[in-house]
Protein backbone atom coordinates (compact mmCIF):
# COMPACT_ATOMS: atom_id res chain seq x y z
CA UNK A 1 0.00 0.00 0.00
CA UNK A 2 1.77 3.42 -0.74
CA UNK A 3 1.98 6.15 1.79
CA UNK A 4 -0.06 9.29 1.25
CA UNK A 5 1.26 12.51 2.05
CA UNK A 6 -0.75 13.37 5.21
CA UNK A 7 1.64 16.82 5.65
CA UNK A 8 0.35 18.35 2.71
CA UNK A 9 -3.36 17.32 3.17
CA UNK A 10 -3.20 15.18 0.05
CA UNK A 11 -4.38 11.99 0.28
CA UNK A 12 -4.18 11.23 -3.14
CA UNK A 13 -0.37 11.46 -3.18
CA UNK A 14 2.76 9.08 -2.65
CA UNK A 15 5.61 9.90 -0.43
CA UNK A 16 8.30 10.96 -2.43
CA UNK A 17 11.57 9.08 -2.03
CA UNK A 18 9.71 6.24 0.25
CA UNK A 19 11.30 3.62 -1.61
CA UNK A 20 14.27 2.86 -3.53
CA UNK A 21 12.71 0.46 -5.90
CA UNK A 22 9.23 1.36 -8.52
CA UNK A 23 8.05 -0.51 -11.04
CA UNK A 24 6.40 1.31 -13.57
CA UNK A 25 4.13 1.15 -16.54
CA UNK A 26 3.71 2.75 -20.07
CA UNK A 27 1.26 4.65 -18.17
CA UNK A 28 3.75 6.32 -16.07
CA UNK A 29 5.91 7.86 -19.02
CA UNK A 30 7.78 10.31 -19.33
CA UNK A 31 8.97 9.16 -16.54
CA UNK A 32 10.14 11.57 -13.88
CA UNK A 33 11.22 11.32 -10.09
CA UNK A 34 9.86 12.87 -8.14
CA UNK A 35 6.93 10.81 -10.28
CA UNK A 36 3.77 12.67 -11.22
CA UNK A 37 1.59 11.17 -8.19
CA UNK A 38 4.38 12.02 -5.65
CA UNK A 39 4.61 14.88 -3.25
CA UNK A 40 7.12 17.46 -4.43
CA UNK A 41 7.38 19.97 -1.06
CA UNK A 42 9.48 17.21 0.92
CA UNK A 43 11.68 15.85 -2.04
CA UNK A 44 14.85 16.73 -4.83
CA UNK A 45 13.62 18.91 -7.64
CA UNK A 46 12.01 16.89 -10.48
CA UNK A 47 14.02 15.56 -12.81
CA UNK A 48 13.06 13.33 -15.78
CA UNK A 49 14.74 9.76 -16.95
CA UNK A 50 15.59 8.21 -19.65
CA UNK A 51 15.33 4.50 -19.59
CA UNK A 52 17.90 2.38 -20.45
CA UNK A 53 17.57 -0.32 -22.97
CA UNK A 54 16.19 -2.95 -20.63
CA UNK A 55 13.74 -0.55 -19.22
CA UNK A 56 15.45 1.02 -15.87
CA UNK A 57 16.10 4.01 -14.97
CA UNK A 58 17.92 5.06 -12.03
CA UNK A 59 17.63 8.33 -10.01
CA UNK A 60 20.30 10.66 -9.56
CA UNK A 61 19.22 12.48 -7.10
CA UNK A 62 17.78 10.08 -4.56
CA UNK A 63 19.27 6.12 -5.92
CA UNK A 64 15.79 5.26 -6.93
CA UNK A 65 15.29 3.00 -9.33
CA UNK A 66 12.74 2.31 -11.50
CA UNK A 67 11.86 -0.85 -13.92
CA UNK A 68 9.38 -0.92 -16.58
CA UNK A 69 7.11 -3.90 -16.42
CA UNK A 70 4.99 -3.86 -19.64
Do not use: F
Not at 27 to 37: S, W
Not at 49 to 61: F, H, K, M, W
Request: with cysteine; hydrophobic share 30%.
Amino acid sequence: MPTTDTASGDSNRIQANARKHYDITRADLPLCCPMKNMSLWDSHPRVYLALDDNGRALCPYCSAEYVLKD
